[in-house]
């Protein structure tokens, strides 16, 4: 995990292990491989915890963004919140 501040706003991003995330058809990954919440097809029954991130995010006027590390088999969040 890391936090810190990128220009001017406060950013928080979490690394943890995955075994695999699936993506689902039609969304491009920026420059830094990082997509939308809606990218990502959920594993779990139900699942809503990527999509309440980015609410989260977007209620501080910021962004939530996500990456599948395949060959490190990891799973990024990158969180940016401009009102704190």
Avoid: W
Wanted: charged share 15%.
């Amino acid at each position: 995990m890391s936090v810190g501040q990128f220009h001017g706003s406060f950013t928080l991003e979490v690394a943890n292990s995955c075994p695999g995330a699936r993506i689902a058809r039609g969304f491009a990954p920026d420059a830094e491989g990082f997509l939308p919440a809606g990218a990502f097809l959920s594993t779990r029954n139900g699942g809503h915890g990527m999509s309440s991130v980015a609410d989260l995010a977007k209620s501080y006027s910021g962004s939530a963004m996500f990456k599948f590390d395949p060959e490190k088999m990891i799973f990024i969040s990158r969180i940016i919140l401009n009102k704190v």
